[in-house]
């Protein structure tokens, strides 16, 4: 996208005819928008000043991206210099850093995903867990109605029936009173 900026510092969208701002600019850029600023009237390209004038507007109202000191410093060094630090170490710098980002990005989603599906395996265990014990309390259920129905000799010989185990009252080791049975007296 080209943009003009004219004397009054003003910069122009040539392709949507209409003005617009630093932050609009900034906004373009975020956007992976490649932009191009030309001046109107001469034709220079003037994009990496007007990218530069972004980040200086930017840091009045924000934290320090660079420091005093570095930027007396950077005054202090020749023109050559400088082109091979920013050349070589800041460009090194924000690709180390953007390849760190992107890692760590997918190395969190990959563990989140991970986490998620560990939990779904867990679920599915549960599940399984819960099955196997309504069965076993089917067969239990089943065994105890059959002993019921056939009068087990376990029953006649004074044993708990199943019935009289289900109606005990939990904390007690004897069973409850059946329906009928007369009371014992009490000890005192």
């Given at each position: 996208m080209v943009?003009?900026?004219?004397?009054?510092?003003?910069l122009y969208d040539t392709a949507r005819s209409c003005y617009v701002t630093l932050?609009?600019?900034?906004?373009?850029?975020?956007a992976g928008v490649e932009i191009v600023v030309n001046d109107a009237r001469t034709g220079e390209d003037l994009t990496r000043l007007t990218l530069l004038q972004i980040i200086i507007e930017h840091q009045k109202n924000r934290v320090d991206l660079l420091p005093v000191p570095f930027l007396r410093q950077l005054l202090t060094?020749?023109?050559?210099?400088?082109?091979?630090?920013f050349d070589r170490y800041l460009g090194?710098?924000?690709?180390?850093?953007?390849?760190v980002q992107d890692r760590f990005t997918r190395t969190l989603q990959e563990r989140f995903?991970?986490?998620?599906?560990?939990?779904?395996?867990?679920?599915?265990?549960?599940?399984?867990?819960?099955?196997?014990?309504?069965?076993?309390?089917?067969?239990?259920?089943?065994?105890?109605?059959?002993?019921?129905?056939?009068?087990?000799?376990?029953?006649?010989?004074?044993?708990?029936?199943?019935?009289?185990?289900?109606?005990?009252?939990?904390?007690?080791?004897?069973?409850?009173?059946?329906?009928g049975a007369k009371p014992r007296p009490r000890r005192r």
């Amino acid at each position: 996208m080209v943009l003009k900026k004219y004397g009054n510092r003003r910069l122009y969208d040539t392709a949507r005819s209409c003005y617009v701002t630093l932050e609009d600019v900034a906004g373009m850029v975020k956007a992976g928008v490649e932009i191009v600023v030309n001046d109107a009237r001469t034709g220079e390209d003037l994009t990496r000043l007007t990218l530069l004038q972004i980040i200086i507007e930017h840091q009045k109202n924000r934290v320090d991206l660079l420091p005093v000191p570095f930027l007396r410093q950077l005054l202090t060094y020749r023109e050559d210099t400088l082109r091979q630090f920013f050349d070589r170490y800041l460009g090194l710098s924000l690709e180390m850093f953007s390849t760190v980002q992107d890692r760590f990005t997918r190395t969190l989603q990959e563990r989140f995903q991970s986490a998620l599906g560990s939990l779904g395996t867990s679920r599915e265990a549960g599940r399984e867990r819960t099955a196997d014990v309504e069965s076993l309390q089917r067969r239990i259920e089943e065994l105890e109605r059959r002993l019921a129905l056939a009068g087990s000799p376990a029953a006649s010989a004074g044993a708990p029936s199943p019935a009289d185990t289900a109606t005990a009252r939990p904390g007690r080791s004897r069973p409850a009173r059946r329906a009928g049975a007369k009371p014992r007296p009490r000890r005192r």
